[in-house]
């Protein structure tokens, strides 16, 4: 968006506010934010300035950032979404491969921006994302129990090995199965996730988790659990725990639990640290951790982008606002933070690095995590680690695969056996391909109301909901009690259907059981009021099954035209040569004849029994 036009649309308000004596905006203008927990109550204290100031109101919505991320490419596409959504920087790549949001253009602003924020949110040489945090992990030490922090992880197994000798429980632990917390270690021993091209960018086809940096760190992390000197599958709570009762020195994690080590240091009663990450002997200084960073996204899909582009360049863009926003390491010039905490983060965040924002980057985190889970449970670190590269080139091929694969998608994943909802690249919901286009998955799901639709090859630039429709709503599914559910897709007419609202349709494996009706010229001679008009079910086709629906009608002498529209309206018919939206077929009848009229759903061939049209 250029700026220019923002500031062409406020004078215009200013001069017609002149002239109407300061007429109020009219209720529908207003801005819906989806903001997370931590953010939520901020921007809630932050509307009824922003309404006196503009005159626009402030809808704050409370969401998780995956949950935002998910949603947006899910709700936007059929007008749902909101205006703006605070997210990750690592989120911007997948949301600009789905066309999901647009550009900011700062012009001078610029200047108030700290370089780094800037370019967490830069992708494809434009900025995507107002920033307002950064962050990054750090070392968390018991100054007690380890007066020096210790500089390589051969460092922190010999002090682990010393405190549990003498009689502590454990000298460092690490969250099981989190790939973002364990990361400076990887890097420390060289490890990497993504190499690059020579140009600078990344290059997907080169990871590095199963190169010598990283196994070297699996192997450091495998020989910790072998010898106990770490726990397996803890937590946040659990790290927490030990730390505040002495049971544990040392843990990684990052700003957002500031005041959560200060409160379980006072109840402990020592004093704690936060340091850089460790190096390794011979090969780092320091270990690497993720750099990352929030920011306000505008959606692709608001009709408000003048007006969320105000609030975030005039409002939010502002010394006052960013001051009572920022609760981490400021993305602002001259904003302050008083909690002592943040500077040491900003301290040990020196040799971070920026997690990769391309949209690739959403394709490593399960095997990443599955893999540090596999090893904590004395799986060999090498095969572990191998394995999650696996994982992760099928997902990069399944992304990037021309060949079908259908996957649903819902509310209904978790209840599946999906690690969450709305992921369209957990295939333990793909539809298994049944021939002729037709795709199935049947599933035991408990009582509740869900919703669905279908995405195909793992991500969300081609996905199908109700009528059909690309980028269409998601389709709603209400269960009373128990049920097994067969989900059925159509790939070639795009219809999706289950078990539960038709079960006609699935029961026939065709995808969906449609009102299709026989539109044209000739539907007054068929005994409609009017002709053209796909609400008159006097002229319904019969569904037959297996895609197919016919129905005969007894018309004079006469020359028509017509064509078939689905569900009684104009928004999937189909015409000459199977094409949706095609062009109308040409009836001419010498003389009083009985015409058979045929739809196959299954091409979206469309033929009478005078014209007997076999192939599209």
Known sequence: ???????????????????????????????????????????????????????????????????????????????????????????VGQLVANGAIVPIELGDLADSFYPAALNLFTYQDQLWALPYNLENVALIRNVDLVPEAPKTWEEVRAISEELIASGKLYGFVAHTGNPYHVYPIFSAYGGYVFGFNEDGTYNPSDIGLNGEGSLKAAQWLSDMYADDLMPQNIGDNEVFDLFQSGDAAMFITGPWYS???????????????????????????????????????????????????????????????????????????????????????????????????????GSVWKGWSDALVLISQDSDPVAAMNTAVEQIRAALALRQSTSKVVVLVGSLQSEAGCEGDWDPACTVTQMTD????????????????????????????????????????????????????????????????????????????????????????????????GEWDPACTTTQLTFLGNGMYEATFTLPAGDYEYKVALNGGWDVNYGAACARDGANIPLSLAEETAVTFTFDQNKGLVSDSVNQQTDC
């Not at 506010?17 to 931590?38: G, H, N, Y």
């Not at 003048?306 to 920022?326: C, G, K, S």
């Not at 639709?453 to 980028?471: H, I, P, S, T």
Request: proline residues 6%; charged residues 20%.
């Open 1 to 91: 968006m250029k700026r220019i036009k923002l500031l062409s649309l406020g004078l215009v308000l200013v001069i017609l506010s002149v002239l109407v004596s300061l007429v109020p905006v009219t209720a529908q203008e207003r801005l819906l934010i989806w903001a997370d927990a931590e953010r939520a109550p901020v921007l809630l204290d932050l509307a009824a300035d922003f309404e006196a100031q503009f005159g626009v109101k402030l809808e704050v919505q409370e969401i998780g950032f995956g949950d935002a991320r998910d949603q947006l490419l899910v709700a936007g596409p059929v007008g749902e979404g909101p205006d703006i959504l605070i997210n990750p920087h690592d989120s």
């Open 259 to 361: 005041e959560r080590i200060k409160q379980a240091a006072e109840a402990g009663g020592f004093e704690y640290s936060i340091d850089p990450l460790p190096g390794a002997e011979g090969i780092s200084e320091f270990g690497k951790p993720f750099a990352g960073g929030q920011g306000f996204f505008i959606s692709a899909f608001s009709n408000n982008q003048l007006l969320a582009e105000t609030f975030l360049l005039d409002f939010v863009a502002t010394l006052d606002v960013m001051q009572r926003l920022t609760q981490r390491l400021p993305a602002f010039v001259g904003v302050t933070v008083e909690d002592p905490n943040i500077e040491l983060f900003s301290i040990a965040g020196a040799s971070s690095e920026p997690m990769p924002a391309i949209p690739e980057m």
């Open 434 to 529: 049944t021939g002729d286009g037709i795709y199935n998955f049947t599933v035991t799901l408990p009582a509740g109301d869900y919703e669905y639709k279908v995405a195909l090859n793992g991500g969300w630039d081609e996905n199908y909901g109700a009528d059909g429709a690309r980028d269409g709503a998601n389709i709603p599914l209400s269960l009373a009690e128990e049920t097994e559910v067969t989900f059925s897709f159509n790939d070639n007419t795009k219809a999706i259907a289950d078990s539960v609202n038709n079960p006609d349709a699935v029961e026939m494996g065709m995808g969906k059981s449609d009102v299709v009706v026989l539109v044209g010229n000739l539907q007054d001679e068929g005994g409609c009021p």
